[in-house]
């Protein structure tokens, strides 16, 4: 990717968008409901895996990681 500022904001673009996702998926209708929910495991996913490619420092890669634990605890709630 770019620099480390470049980086970060990818990664918290990412993760503003799979909220996003999560949100829009709490009003949606049965006929969007599943592909926001699926477009947010998707995005986190993506987002994820990312993660450990990133040249973050210490500060932004335990952000990321707690929001990363905050949407994955979302998810899972989403799918029970």
């Not at 980086?7 to 673009?13: C, L, P, S």
């Not at 969007?32 to 929910?37: A, V």
């Not at 990681?65 to 029970?80: Q, W, Y």
């Amino acid at each position: 990717m770019g620099t480390k500022h470049h980086e970060f904001e990818w990664i918290q673009t990412q993760l503003t968008l799979t909220r996003w996702h999560l949100n829009a998926a709490a009003h949606a209708t049965s006929e969007t409901l599943h592909r926001h929910l699926h477009q947010a495991h998707r995005m986190y996913e993506v987002t994820a895996r990312s993660l450990s490619d990133l040249s973050l420092d210490g500060d932004q890669r335990s952000f990321i990681e707690r929001e990363l634990a905050a949407v994955r605890a979302r998810l899972d709630a989403d799918d029970s």
